[in-house]
């Protein structure tokens, strides 16, 4: 898909005021999302929340069959949450964890993923395993591949960490756990609508993003499959 920079850059009113960089944290918002919002509360406000919210059902439905279109999942595996974490908080504490289980996770993993790793442990017997860097950064799938054993129950990794221009090699990483019928989890909050993404190709079985970045939708709106 070709993208018309200036026909973006017009429809963000921010771009008239600063030059922002920060899209990995929070993209400016566009003027289509606004009016989108604005309208809802504003038809909310003079006919009632759940008769704008019967109303608008099927433009609320549609968002689950567009995430899935951009992500290439079913509209029935998508659920939307308040904010990334807890959409990856929801995944995460979802599996059912037992003493002695394994967790893999990489070297630039994202740190409250990592305090949630910690937090498990606190309350049962799970190790935390890191997947060493090859040469490049990358997670090193030879050596990821050697330490899966019949302990692993997790692999969760960053696709894109939030602190670097690496990307994770996530479909080898998904057959990897494919091969060994290991649970994968990817994080791909910094990737979503600024990378292609494909979870068939990836192989994930659980996937969290958000829509305040590349997607450039609301602050509090992320989803999960």
């Not at 990897?176 to 079985?205: F, M, T, W």
Request: hydrophobic share 40%; aromatic share 8%; net charge negative.
């Amino acid at each position: 898909m070709i993208l018309d920079i200036a026909t973006l850059r017009g429809e963000t009113p921010g771009c008239d005021h600063v030059i922002h960089f920060n899209n990995a944290g929070a993209s400016l918002l566009a003027q289509p999302i606004l009016d989108a919002v604005t309208g809802y509360l504003q038809e909310e406000a003079l006919y009632g929340g759940y008769e704008t919210a019967a109303k608008r059902k099927d433009e609320i439905e549609a968002t689950y069959d567009l995430i899935g279109d951009l992500i290439n999942a079913d509209a029935a595996e998508i659920a939307l949450l308040e904010n990334a974490t807890a959409a990856w908080n929801m995944a995460f504490y979802s599996i059912n964890f037992s003493s002695g289980d394994r967790i893999l996770t990489s070297v630039s993993e994202y740190a409250s993923n990592y305090l949630n790793y910690l937090n498990l442990k606190n309350k049962i017997d799970v190790s935390i395993d890191v997947i060493p860097n090859n040469t490049s950064g990358q997670i090193d799938v030879t050596a990821l591949s050697e330490m899966i054993d019949e302990e692993v129950k997790l692999i969760s990794i960053s696709h894109i960490p939030t602190n670097n221009g690496l990307v994770n090699p996530a479909e080898s990483v998904g057959k990897i756990a494919k091969e060994h019928n290991v649970l994968y989890l990817l994080d791909a909050c910094q990737s979503v609508g600024h990378y292609p993404i494909d979870v068939r190709k990836i192989g994930c079985d659980i996937l969290s993003a958000t829509g305040r970045k590349y997607i450039r939708a609301l602050e509090a709106r992320a989803f999960c499959m």
